[in-house]
Nanobody, 122 residues
Framework: QVQLVESGGGLVQAGGSLRLSCAASGRTLRTYAMGWFRQAPGKEREFVATINWSGGVTDYEDSVKGRFSISRDNAKNTMSLHMNSLKPEDTAVYYC???????????????WGQGTQVTVSS
């Protein structure tokens, strides 16, 4: 069993930056692919970014490409999402997830955190 806890959310002005972190306990993340998803009010949860077990392969949702960067530190059992040039449409609850295969579908992930709120003001 893997427990995931997100941190780093908050309120930021448009154009600003935030760094989200995901810390794991209960089991090493070393063998898991990881992902970030987000859910805005009234909308379905959507894919943001994914990273494979080694950190060598990443992928992003089109609207965040060039602005967000996903990374991981297997030695520290953590994963991060660096978000730059934030826009009001990035406002959502952000969730980290762990699974066996990196990918875009939330159904590929077995473990989820509780989420952290990101609010971008215009």
């Amino acid at each position: 069993q893997v427990q995931l806890v997100e941190s780093g959310g908050g309120l930021v002005q448009a154009g600003g930056s935030l760094r989200l972190s995901c810390a794991a306990s209960g089991r090493t993340l070393r063998t898991y692919a990881m992902g970030w998803f987000r859910q805005a009010p009234g909308k379905e949860r959507e894919f943001v970014a994914t990273i494979n077990w080694s950190g060598g392969v990443t992928d992003y949702e089109d609207s965040v490409k060039g602005r967000f960067s996903i990374s991981r530190d297997n030695a520290k059992n953590t994963m991060s999402l660096h978000m730059n040039s934030l826009k009001p449409e990035d406002t959502a609850v952000y969730y980290c997830a762990a699974g066996n295969v990196a990918g875009w579908s939330q159904f590929q992930y077995d473990y989820w955190g509780q989420g952290t709120q990101v609010t971008v003001s215009s």
